[in-house]
């Protein structure tokens, strides 16, 4: 069992999990890329019935009886959630308030993986964005 708690951007919608502990999926498809402007999405399998949300919710059917959850307010990503897997929702991982409690443990549909990930480590590193910003007026 593991109790998890995470919220959207802007802190409008919030959820709250209490139950066993899903997949932890790293998403290659092209539709998990396009949806999140991202090579990819992290995802925490929840149990739907266990999951409580707190906001209001827009829901866009990206293929037939496959849901994406957003918030209104800051377009946050929220969840996936597909007839093709009934008792299970995934969370999108950066929303969780402890985001060191996801832990991948399979990455999925490898063949839509973008190429130039394999090179992340081998590029310099920073702790900041690298260049600092223009001043502001």
């Known amino acids: 069992m593991v109790e998890l708690n995470g919220r959207c951007l802007c802190g409008a919608v919030t959820w709250h ?7 932890n999926l790293v998403c290659h498809c092209e ?7 991202a ?3 992290a995802f925490v399998g929840l149990d ?8 209001k919710i827009n ?3 990206s293929s037939p009886k496959t849901w994406r959850g957003f918030c209104p307010a800051c377009g946050s990503r929220l969840y996936f959630k597909s007839a093709k897997w009934p008792g299970e929702i995934h969370l999108h991982s950066s929303t969780l308030d402890d985001r060191a409690a996801y832990q991948p443990d399979q990455e999925v ?3 839509e993986r973008i190429g130039w990930l394999d090179h992340l480590p081998d590029i310099p590193k920073h702790n900041s ?3 600092s910003p223009e001043p502001e007026d």
């Open 59 to 61: 829901h866009y059917e």
């Open 48 to 55: 739907p019935n266990n999951l409580t949300w707190s906001g």
């Open 31 to 37: 539709s998990c890329q396009r949806a999140t402007s």
């Open 39 to 41: 090579p990819f999405a």
């Open 109 to 111: 549909v490898c063949e």
């Open 129 to 131: 964005f690298g260049a």
């Open 17 to 23: 999990y209490n139950g066993p502990r899903g997949r």
